[in-house]
């Protein structure tokens, strides 16, 4: 990536949901989770894991983000859907990435529609704005397709999505990025509307930031068609054993490039047929 977080603090490292074991590859991939669950914590950013491990595969770095999601649900969270990142042009050419990641959405990242989010608990935060799915019935994996994807779509939404990274720096690679689940930091979900005829790639969303709009994009920013996001978890998911359940959300990924977020803004997302979402930066 050519871009940095703010609020950067680094420390040296501590010595699922539906995805590979975590403790096939010997106890890094423990240790691994476990520094990024500090880090969250204690809002302190630790080395990238590509620079402090050459080499590091993306199946492992999914183990790492699978043992991570593990430790949070002993915790105490609940798991609430997925987020599908990197689907767009603009977010892959920013990040420097050519595919998608994916990540576990849990009940604690939620921020109420018109709530309030505190910036000084995170590393470096950004925001996106997104079409998001709720599941109405289990999508398997296999040889699906966006026809297939749809039909198991109850509604849509807008959702501002708050990415942040472990790592304190957005000079991280596809690799950190998922182990660090794939950058969830927070979300707000907008009012969902049932599915109907709406077409969510023509669907314009724009992103204001203090009433000026700050960026914008069609749902076909998406891979095409924002369904094609949900084929693609879908397929990833069931690769590892792991399915799309009813009742899931789902954010298929920003239709723009991520922007900073800064203390004392106040940021929404609107579209032609979806709720506005509204979030208060403190």
């Keep these: 990536m050519t871009y940095a977080g703010s609020n950067t603090r680094t420390e040296p490292p501590a010595a699922v949901d539906g995805q590979a074991g975590a403790g096939t590859s010997g106890g890094w991939i423990a240790d691994e ?25 993306l199946v492992d770095a999914y183990r790492v983000q699978a043992a991570g999601i593990g430790l949070l649900i002993a915790d105490g969270a609940r798991r ?14 920013q990040m420097g990435v050519g595919e998608p990641d ?7 990242m939620l921020v109420a529609d018109g709530g309030e989010l505190q910036t ?26 966006a026809a297939d994807a749809r039909q198991a779509v109850a509604r849509v939404l807008l959702a501002l999505e708050v990415i942040d990274t472990r790592y304190g720096s957005w000079q ?34 724009v992103l204001e930031v203090d009433g000026e709009i700050a960026a914008s994009g069609e749902g076909r920013a998406v891979l095409g068609d924002p369904f094609e ?23 298929a990924g920003a239709v723009h490039a991520s922007l900073p977020l800064g203390p004392g803004t106040q940021v929404r997302a609107t579209s032609m047929h979806l709720p506005v979402v509204h979030l208060n930066v403190r």
């Design 33 to 57: 989770a476990l520094m990024l669950r500090a880090a969250r914590r204690n809002v302190a950013a630790v080395a990238s894991l590509t620079s402090r491990r050459p080499g590091v595969t």
């Design 80 to 93: 609430v859907g997925h987020k599908v990142g990197l689907t767009s042009a603009a977010m892959q050419a």
């Design 102 to 108: 994916s990540g576990v959405l849990l009940d604690r």
């Design 120 to 145: 000084a608990r995170l590393l470096a935060p950004r925001v996106e704005a997104e079409i998001a799915f709720r599941l109405g019935e289990d999508l398997p994996g296999g040889e699906i397709t």
């Design 172 to 205: 991280i690679g596809l690799v950190d990025s998922v182990a660090d689940n794939a950058s969830c930091g927070h979300m707000v979900l907008g009012g969902e509307v049932e599915l109907g005829v709406l077409d969510p790639a023509t669907e314009q969303v």
């Design 229 to 251: 996001a949900l084929v693609w978890l879908s397929r990833r998911l069931d690769e590892v054993g792991g399915r799309l359940r009813a009742g899931d959300v789902v954010l």
